[in-house]
């Protein structure tokens, strides 16, 4: 399918910029992104991208009657807007059950209106979680059990769109993603939080014992998997993405100061997330398979190198962010 008019939600977010970037060097699309510009965004993410190619609407994917607008003039609909922090969803539940669940039943009444064909980015947390030493993963049949307000609506929002499909026949594809890094990351996130705190002289900080894993995965990596399901993937499938790139946080903290030429034991340990999910883990082999998809960065290590060297470049980008962020993981002895 050659697409020439997306709508990206959430484009001025961390993995919808990223997206926006990647249409740009790898088809000839033009974009629009709906953004409602919340705490975890950046409008300049979006508006420094060519204007010929890249236009950008301030709203909010619950404004049903934009939201039908701006649907009615694209061939795809690709649906990255969230509440994404888990840690701010422990605080504070309200915007995820609007944002997530509500705003993803807009968007599906405006595709179904309209014909319009439709992805929808999710994650690997609708699975709940797995023992250290479950030999197993997840896959596409995993049964959900999702265990935070954050991972709970994204399990909802998925549910309406498999329901959207079975009952009114709308063209989508839904794809569950492991722990993302990368450029444009907001500070409150693992990895850009623990950086960010490295340049600043800070130390990293580590909830409870550090022995959780995530499954990590370089965010050019899922937005080619992303383009590719948009390109090839079954309508009404589901496509479990992760490169295979278990580490426990423990490992990555370390990693992140010995990378910096800092001491690797330099970190504090905080207070821990209520409920923290052990581990994560993606079997992705449907997606290589059927789609022959495969991750570019498969070296974490060289990942994390470009990702410091990005976050020492690109000061101005994060600096805004960074106090208020702290503030707010003061309240929680995090
Ligand atoms: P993010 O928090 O960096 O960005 C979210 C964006 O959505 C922001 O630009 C924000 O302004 C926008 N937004 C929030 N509420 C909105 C609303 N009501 N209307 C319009 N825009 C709104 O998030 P992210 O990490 O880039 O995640 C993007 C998507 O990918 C989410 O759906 C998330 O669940 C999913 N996901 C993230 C990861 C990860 O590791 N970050 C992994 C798997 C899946
Ligand atoms: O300062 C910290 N110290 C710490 O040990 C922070 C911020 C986190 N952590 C731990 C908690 C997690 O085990 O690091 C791990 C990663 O934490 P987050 O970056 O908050 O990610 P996580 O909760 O795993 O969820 C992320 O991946 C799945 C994204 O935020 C979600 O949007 C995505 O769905």
Redesign the pocket.
């Known amino acids: 399918m050659v697409v020439s008019n997306y709508l990206v939600?959430?484009g001025?977010?961390?993995?919808?910029t990223n997206f926006v970037r990647h249409l740009l060097a790898h088809t000839d699309a033009r974009v629009v992104v709906?953004?409602?510009?919340?705490y975890?965004?950046r409008a300049e993410s979006v508006t420094s991208l060519p204007a010929d190619r890249v236009e950008l609407v301030h709203?909010?994917?619950?404004d049903a009657e934009l939201v039908n607008r701006l649907v009615g003039d694209a061939d795809v609909v690709v649906h990255?807007?969230?509440?994404?922090?888990n840690d701010n969803s422990l605080n504070d539940p309200s915007p995820f059950v609007?944002?997530n669940l509500v705003?993803t039943y807009q968007l599906l009444e405006a595709v179904r209106r309209h014909g319009v064909r439709y992805h929808h980015?999710?994650?690997?947390e609708v699975y709940g979680d797995l023992e250290l030493d479950d030999p197993d993963r997840f896959h596409e049949w995993t049964p959900y059990n999702p265990s935070s307000p954050y991972s709970s609506t994204?399990a909802g929002s998925d549910l309406l769109v498999r329901a959207w499909v079975r009952s009114f026949g709308v063209q989508a594809t839904i794809s569950n993603?492991?722990?993302?890094y990368g450029p444009f990351?907001?500070v409150e996130?693992f990895i850009p939080r623990q950086i960010t705190n490295v340049i600043d002289g800070e130390r990293p900080k580590l909830y409870g014992a550090g022995l959780n894993v995530r499954d990590w995965i370089h965010v050019d990596d899922h937005n080619a998997a992303v383009l590719r399901i948009i390109e090839a993937g079954r309508i009404g499938e589901t496509y479990l993405i992760g490169a295979d790139g278990e580490e426990n946080n423990k490992t990555v903290i370390e990693a992140i100061l010995r990378l910096m030429g800092r001491d690797p034991e330099d970190y504090v340990h905080v207070n821990d997330r209520p409920g923290h999910d052990l581990r994560y883990a993606i079997d992705s082999s449907k997606l290589r398979s059927e789609l022959g998809w495969a991750p570019r960065y498969t070296s974490f290590e060289e990942g994390l190198a470009a990702t410091i060297e990005w976050y020492r470049d690109n000061e101005d980008w994060w600096r805004p962010m960074k106090a208020a962020t702290e503030a707010k993981y003061e309240r929680t002895g995090q």
């Open positions: 939600t959430g001025a977010g961390f993995i919808g709906l953004d409602k510009l919340t975890a965004a709203g909010d994917i619950c990255f807007a969230a509440e994404s922090h609007q944002t705003g980015i999710s994650t690997d994204k993603c492991s722990n993302n990351q907001h996130k």
